[in-house]
T-cell receptor, first 112, second 111 residues
Framework: KAGVTQTPRYLIKTRGQQVTLSCSPI?????VSWYQQTPGQGLQFLFEYFSETQRNKGNFPGRFSGRQFSNSRSEMNVSTLELGDSALYLC???????????FGSGTRLTVV | SQELEQSPQSLIVQEGKNLTINCTSSKTLYGLYWYKQKYGEGLIFLMMLQKGGEEKSHEKITAKLDEKKQQSSLHITASQPSHAGIYLC???????????FGTGTRLKVLA
């Protein structure tokens, strides 16, 4: 059974650019969550999607957005990148309910 | 302040020693999870606790949930170098499937 796949693994972008990260959940999982992890702030919740609907949202500016497709694959977009957006972005999927999440290996974004 | 506080922040133990990591919530817990992370990688699921008083074990790792105290503990018996990493507790504290995480405990085991 394939795990959660995140692409790309590494990304270097310039300030002001935008970026799109992709997450393919485990087959059958309908809930996808995104997290930002930095040494200073730890793991911060970005948003959660269930059956193509955003169900929860964290305290991030509107530059951070996401979506989920009918096959449960999800993308997150960050526009007008800032140096502080450099982080490991983790995606996690779940069947839903209180069943726990399986995490992908993450996308490491560096903004220069 | 963090909704989920972990203690200690870091821990260095000699191989073979036992250790405990704590996770305390300032809000009601609707399910608590323990994960392990190797630096720069994704999180590996360890176990999930849902009911007060629940205790689960996997190999040498045991986790307990004290619902009244809104607290969970993770205990490692006879630690090994393979136990090294960052341990994170995660929980739904709003009942809306929004999972937040603690600040993590960095564990180093000396051979």
């Amino acid at each position: 059974k394939a795990g959660v796949t995140q692409t790309p693994r590494y990304l270097i972008k310039t300030r002001g650019q935008q970026v799109t990260l992709s997450c393919s959940p485990i087959s059958g999982h309908r809930s996808v969550s995104w997290y930002q992890q930095t040494p200073g702030q730890g793991l911060q919740f970005l948003f959660e999607y269930f059956s193509e609907t955003q169900r929860n949202k964290g305290n991030f500016p509107g530059r951070f957005s996401g979506r989920q497709f009918s096959n449960s694959r999800s993308e997150m977009n960050v526009s007008t990148l800032e140096l502080g957006d450099s982080a490991l972005y983790l995606c996690a999927s779940s069947l839903g309910g209180q069943r726990g999440y399986t995490f992908g290996s993450g996308t490491r974004l560096t903004v220069v | 302040s963090q909704e989920l506080e972990q203690s200690p922040q870091s821990l260095i133990v000699q191989e073979g020693k036992n250790l405990t990591i704590n996770c305390t919530s300032s809000k009601t817990l609707y399910g608590l999870y323990w994960y392990k992370q190797k630096y720069g990688e994704g999180l590996i699921f360890l176990m999930m606790l849902q009911k007060g008083g629940e205790e689960k074990s996997h190999e040498k790792i045991t986790a307990k949930l004290d619902e009244k105290k809104q607290q969970s503990s993770l205990h490692i018996t006879a630690s090994q170098p393979s136990h090294a990493g960052i341990y994170l507790c995660g929980a739904d504290t709003s009942g809306t499937y929004k999972y937040i995480f603690g600040t993590g405990t960095r564990l180093k085991v000396l051979a």
